[in-house]
């Protein structure tokens, strides 16, 4: 191995999984800041300084951003890895400028996400957050007021998922959902047609989807091109009987339509992992509403999370380091 690489000095801002670096043959000094110390990002002077004062070579981060100012004033940086699916916190364009690595995790949260997603589908059809926060009340009833019939829902095995979005999550929630025996359907025009026959998913265009779908999943990244993807056109088509799920980004709906559909019960819910005001949900209109189920962004906080993706960039780093090309490297300089 490299040894200009084997000792070298790297900051963790992330939650990590440390054994990757013993697996993987490595002997770094450690230093730590950042979101990992107090759940609060770097402000940029405070990551010039602790880069060039703690002599950093590769840094590690997650919630923190690293513009443009970090790689025009620390000279020394070799590499930077974003334990995520999407390097979005990194300037890629001012790393490639400085020639510096830029590594990712695609896939790490799959899984995870996918879980959830599955998990608050179920809570949706069989109301089992309602009929817990009821109980708590003191409520069971009887007669009209039965819970049997105040709760009776419906079966995933019987309903049909339309998933927009057919990458590593869509196709992770797609194995779960064929477990239930769920016709599902989905929206990709990205996506290669013997992706969707692997993974029995019907392919529809987005419209159809929307038309036949009892519960509706968003599985695509942000970008300009899906930013209100579903406005108050897409949402007035969806049957007044079904849900919408978003575990991805919540500016993929626009929030003033999915609220009004809300109000006018033209959907019968939704439940969302992502909000348009993080971390202050509580003045988001959709969080007073009695049928929109809330979860705080945990799509990815999970335990294997960080294993899966700490060994994911640190087999990378290790490519890299011995001259081989990296599996996921955002920016690569010759």
């Not at 990244?221 to 049957?239: C, F, Y």
Request: charged share 25%.
């Amino acid at each position: 191995m490299d040894s200009e690489f084997q000792n070298n000095s790297i900051l963790i801002a992330t939650d990590f999984d440390l054994d990757a670096f013993s697996r993987s043959g490595l002997t770094p000094k450690l230093y730590y800041g950042g979101w990992i110390i107090n759940r609060e990002p770097y402000k940029p002077q405070e990551l010039i300084e602790d880069i060039n004062n703690q002599g950093i070579d590769i840094l590690i981060v997650e919630e923190d951003k690293v513009p443009k100012i970090i790689f025009e004033n620390c000279p020394d940086l070799k590499i930077v890895i974003s334990m995520r699916g999407n390097p979005v916190n990194i300037d890629l364009e001012a790393a490639k400028e400085s020639g510096v690595p830029v590594l990712y995790a695609p896939g790490r949260n799959a899984q995870a996400v996918a879980e959830l997603t599955i998990c608050l589908m179920l809570d949706l059809l069989r109301k089992t957050s309602d009929s817990f926060l009821d109980m708590k009340k003191g409520n069971w009833g009887k007669g009209k007021e039965d819970p049997y019939l105040r709760f009776r829902g419906k079966e995933l095995q019987s309903s049909t998922v339309g998933l927009v979005g057919f990458g590593a999550i869509g196709q992770a929630v797609a194995n779960l959902l064929n477990g239930f025996s769920s016709e599902v359907l989905a929206f990709d025009p990205y996506q290669t047609q013997d992706v969707f026959t692997h993974y029995c998913v019907s392919t529809v265009e987005l419209d159809d989807l929307l038309r036949m779908s009892d519960l509706i999943s968003i599985h695509v990244p942000l970008n300009p091109g899906t930013e209100d993807l579903l406005a108050e056109r897409e949402l007035s088509l969806i049957r007044p009987e079904s849900f919408i799920i978003n575990t991805a980004r919540a500016r993929i709906i626009n929030q003033q339509a999915l609220s009004q559909a809300l109000i006018e019960k033209r959907i019968a819910g939704a439940a969302l992992d992502v909000h348009y005001k993080e971390p202050h949900v509580i003045d988001d209109p959709l969080f007073k509403m009695d049928n929109v189920l809330f979860t705080p962004h945990i799509g990815g906080a999970t335990q294997e999370v960080i294993t899966r993706g700490s060994k994911i960039v640190i087999d990378d780093l290790v490519r890299y380091i011995q001259g081989d090309i990296p599996r996921w490297a955002a920016v690569l300089p010759k």
